[in-house]
C-alpha cells in the first residue's frame, strides 16, 4: 500500500503561482511513476504531468506545457507540480497518484491516488 499527504492547493490569481507537493509513504519502492491529475466539475479526470521514479522521464498535457512543471525528490519520497501563468481553466481538485506498472499516461495505469487539493484561479 501506498499513501500520500498532498498540500499546496489554494486560490490564485489569474497568472500566479502554485506548487502543489505529495508526499508518498508506505511501500514507495514499487513505484514506477507518479503523477497528477485534475477534474474539474462535469469534466473527466485528465492527467496533467507524470514522472518516473528511475530515470526522471516526464510527460505532460499539452495543455499545461511550458507553463507546470513536475519534479521529484526520491530520497524525500515526495513530488512536487510547480504550475505558474496559471489560468482560470486550470481550476480543479487536482489528485496525486502512484503507478506500479509500465503504462503511465491514464488514469487507469494508476494504482493508488491521494484525497486531492483544490486549486481555484480567479481574480
Known amino acids: 500500500q501506498v499513501q500520500f499527504v498532498e498540500s499546496g492547493g489554494g486560490l490564485v490569481q489569474p497568472g500566479g503561482s502554485l506548487r502543489l507537493s505529495c508526499a508518498a509513504s508506505?511501500?514507495?519502492?514499487?513505484?514506477?511513476?507518479m503523477g497528477w491529475f485534475r477534474q474539474a466539475p462535469g469534466k473527466e479526470r485528465e492527467l496533467v504531468a507524470a514522472?518516473?521514479?528511475?530515470?526522471?522521464?516526464?510527460y505532460y498535457a499539452d495543455s499545461v506545457k511550458g507553463r507546470f512543471t513536475i519534479s521529484r525528490d526520491n530520497a524525500k519520497n515526495t513530488v512536487y507540480l510547480q504550475m505558474n501563468s496559471l489560468k482560470p481553466e486550470d481550476t480543479a481538485v487536482y489528485y496525486c497518484?502512484?503507478?506500479?506498472?509500465?503504462?503511465?499516461?491514464?488514469?487507469?495505469?494508476?494504482?493508488?491516488w491521494g484525497q486531492g487539493t483544490q486549486v481555484t484561479v480567479s481574480s
Open positions: 514522472i518516473r521514479r528511475s530515470g526522471g522521464s516526464t
Open positions: 508506505g511501500s514507495v519502492f514499487s513505484i514506477s511513476a
Open positions: 497518484a502512484a503507478n506500479l506498472g509500465p503504462r503511465w499516461s491514464d488514469a487507469n495505469d494508476y494504482d493508488y
